[in-house]
């Protein structure tokens, strides 16, 4: 399996939080993504990024923001948690080069925002 | 822009029976075609992809994926299913035209093995 990890797995939280979601990866990939992942199962991209101090927004609206100031880190941060955004929320990361890359993906983490 | 369908929510097999889970795509350019699968509370995993050549893609677990051109099809199948196959499984596209090297995924499509 690919080493990206995300942490924390599971987090529970109320109302008005502020949280971070740690993504790290150990490949020295360039590219990095979020993905959120709706209880339906479909996967939308919230934010992708292609290197250091690089950070776009991805196809889905979100409010989450997120940094990219190392290439093995991409957390994502939700300044006030709301209830619709509870989700699982997906990270990956893929090669420098070829279009035929695939992503690799880490295990998520499913947040509940109470 | 570029877009994936998967037109089944579920499939059902038998163990032993061969299956097959649909995808069909929309792109601008050439395809790069690819297929994932989740099992439960976890990420989702690489399983194969077409870039060029030879239209009968093999990749992991004994999975094999057709591209149909004129179709703009990509399904995966496998000769014979496992229960341990239950999963759900991805198809998702990137387009050689977009710069941005995004993956669009399609709604994914729930695979049951029943014993």
């Known amino acids: 399996e690919a080493d990206i990890y995300q942490t924390p797995r599971y987090l529970v939280i109320g109302t008005g939080k502020k949280i971070t979601l740690e993504c790290s990866q150990t490949m020295g990939h360039d590219k990095m993504y979020w993905y959120q992942q709706d209880p339906g199962m479909e996967l939308h991209l919230i934010h992708y990024s292609y290197g250091v101090n690089s950070t776009e927004k991805g196809d889905l609206s979100s409010e989450s923001t997120v940094s990219r100031i190392r290439t093995e880190h991409f957390p994502l941060t939700l300044e006030s948690a709301r209830p619709s955004h509870t989700s699982q929320y997906l990270c990956a990361s893929s090669v420098p080069g070829p279009f035929s890359s695939p992503l690799h993906f880490g295990n998520g983490t499913r947040l509940t925002v109470t | 822009a570029q877009s994936v369908a998967q037109p089944e929510d579920q499939v059902n097999v038998a163990e032993g029976n061969p299956l097959t889970v649909k995808c069909t795509y929309s792109v601008s350019g050439n395809p790069y075609l690819f297929w994932y699968v989740q099992y439960p509370n976890r990420g989702l995993q690489f399983l194969l992809k077409?870039?060029?050549?030879?239209?009968l893609v093999k990749g992991s677990y004994g999975f094999e994926a057709e591209f149909n051109k004129s179709q703009t099809s990509f399904h995966l199948k496998k000769p014979s299913a496992l229960v341990s196959d239950s999963a759900l499984y991805f198809c998702a596209v990137r387009d050689i035209v977009d710069s941005s090297y995004k993956l669009i995924f399609g709604s994914g499509t729930r695979l049951l093995v029943r014993p």
């Open positions: 077409y870039i060029t050549g030879d239209n």
